[in-house]
């Protein structure tokens, strides 16, 4: 199971991702699914996990959203 990323993220910052299920056993294994918006964190550990097996998922890409959403 690979959860390791190459993306790198700004901290405090909303993307929009894209996360792979690496888990062999799960029955979302190798399924890609897209989260918007998502927050970054302090941009060092940013984790997913799956729905359904609550293991790791891999973050395959990031783009920042421009402009950010507004919090109140």
């Known amino acids: 199971m690979t959860t390791e990323s ?3 993220f700004e ?3 909303w993307y929009e ?3 792979r299920d ?4 799960c029955r979302n294994s190798g399924k890609e ?3 918007n918006p998502f927050y970054s964190n302090d941009g060092r ?3 997913v996990q799956c729905g359904v097996c609550g293991q790791p998922m891999e973050i395959t890409s990031a783009v920042l959203l421009d402009p ?3 919090v109140v």
């Open 6 to 8: 190459d993306v790198t």
């Open 11 to 13: 901290p405090a910052k």
């Open 17 to 19: 991702i894209t996360a």
């Open 22 to 25: 690496n888990t062999e056993t």
């Open 33 to 35: 699914f897209t989260f």
């Open 45 to 47: 550990y940013v984790p």
């Open 68 to 70: 950010q959403p507004e």
